[in-house]
């Protein structure tokens, strides 16, 4: 029986009510808090539910997250508003004493720069504090990492590859959209490729390498190298890996329409004057794009995440293993009124937050989500929607 606070109220936000709703017995008492409480108050009415009422708050300010934590006085905060917030946020639960569970790594707003330095840096006052901080527990990052672990756990001896493949095989019948907050998803992909190998970062131009990789359920998709935060975490916590990668599916159609935002200026995250009042140009963009929360209606097709992993098994034979879930954009709207990408990062946030009132993951100090025990985390992600598969011994098509 616990409380948790909810921030944000976006698409991912709203599937992490959900689910957390599902599970009285652990999610005693919810609080929906965000910027816009009316979209707090519209999650809250479609839930119907009498453990849950809504709050505002702007989580880039530490007393107003105060006053908020002490208002409530929750045992843990699922952070789902944006990359920007999660070092004010962690700040407030160390002032108020309230754990940490986030999906995704702090982010300068002036700067699209990805790293967990900022993070880990909380690690000591966390461990003094006698509280936890589960970073990135979304589907990657998160799920990726715990799946990861499972490989190390069950299967290898030491793993020496890991590709982590993102396909979204979806079609929400739009020229142009973007699966979760505009800002944050363009600021990502228009950024520099990077993987890791042997002991070193490679630095690759945005979506210059790209092969063809068959998605299980989904058949053959063009999939560009993309540098993902997970990366950083799991070559650290697991070093017999020798080279590390993250793949993503484009379409043609979307990366003609990222190529002419980014040529006319759009995607630029620096202040620009007009009419004298200062904007950003791609926070701009992002008002005039379609809602991520509002693709799920007639999204079809479905996505397939997971990773793909060499080296040698318990008996020291070479070996490859994949493991994946396959989601549906229509059964994830069924359930939640959101679309498969919303969904497949709210989920595993409930499962971890699960993980850690129900005891299974809670260790004082800062964590990547690969640091904790996967099985049980594995066994309530596949009873909470998203069942996971593995395959071994089969081409990878990773050279
Ligand atoms: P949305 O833009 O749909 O929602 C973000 C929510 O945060 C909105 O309700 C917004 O409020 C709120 N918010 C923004 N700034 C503040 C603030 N200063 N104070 C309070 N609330 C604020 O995003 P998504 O739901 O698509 O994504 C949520 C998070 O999930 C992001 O951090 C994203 O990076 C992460 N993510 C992680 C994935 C993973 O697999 N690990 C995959 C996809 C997303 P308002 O409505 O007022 O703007």
């Not at 453990?51 to 789902?80: C, G, M, W, Y």
């Not at 791609?282 to 397939?304: D, I």
Request: hydrophobic share 40%; proline share 5%; aromatic share 12%.
């Amino acid at each position: 029986m616990a409380k948790v606070i909810i921030i944000g109220a976006g698409g991912v936000g709203t599937v992490v009510a959900y689910k957390c709703a599902q599970h009285p017995e652990v999610f005693s008492e919810i609080v929906i808090a965000s910027r816009t409480k009316s979209k707090c108050d519209k999650i809250a009415k479609s839930l119907n539910k009498p453990n849950i009422v809504t709050d505002a708050v702007d989580a880039d300010s530490v007393p107003q997250l105060v006053e908020l934590f002490n208002r409530h006085k929750p045992d843990l905060v699922i952070n789902v508003a944006l990359p920007y917030q999660d070092l004010t946020i962690m700040d407030a639960c160390l002032i108020c004493g309230v754990h940490y569970l986030d999906t995704a790594n702090y982010e300068p707003k002036d700067e699209a720069h990805f790293e967990y330095s900022w993070q880990w840096a909380y690690r000591e006052k966390f461990e003094k504090a006698g509280l936890t901080a589960i970073l990135g527990c979304g589907f990657d990052p998160g799920v990726t990492g715990v799946f990861t672990a499972y490989a190390a756990k069950h299967h290898f001896s030491a793993m020496e590859t890991l590709d982590i493949v993102d396909c979204n095989a979806g079609d929400h019948g739009k020229a142009f959209a973007t699966n979760f907050n505009p800002e944050i998803n363009i600021r990502e992909i228009t950024q520099n490729g990077r993987y890791y190998r042997e002991g070193e970062w490679i630095v690759t131009k945005p979506l210059e390498y790209h092969r063809t990789l068959t998605y299980p359920g989904v058949g053959p998709r063009e999939s560009y190298l993309l540098y993902h935060e997970e990366l950083e975490s799991l070559v650290k916590n697991f070093p017999t890996i020798k080279r590390a990668r993250f793949w993503m599916t484009f379409g043609q159609e979307y990366l003609t329409h990222l190529r002419v935002i980014q040529n006319i200026g759009m995607a630029r995250i620096d202040e620009v004057e007009y009419n004298g009042v200062k904007i950003v140009p791609l926070q701009f963009l992002k008002a005039v794009l379609p809602n991520p929360q509002e693709l799920g209606e007639n999204y079809h097709g479905q996505t397939s995440i997971g990773c793909r992993i060499s080296g040698l098994d318990k008996e020291g034979r070479e070996m490859t293993y994949y493991i994946y879930n396959n989601c549906s954009h229509e059964e994830a709207y069924k359930e939640t009124g959101m679309q498969a990408v919303s969904y497949t990062t709210g989920v595993p946030a409930m499962v971890g937050a699960m993980m850690f009132l129900t005891g299974k993951w809670r260790k004082a100090g800062v964590y990547n989500v690969e640091e904790f025990d996967p099985d049980p985390f594995l066994e309530q992600l596949a009873a909470n929607g998203l069942a996971w598969h593995e395959i071994l011994n089969e081409n990878l098509e990773m050279d």
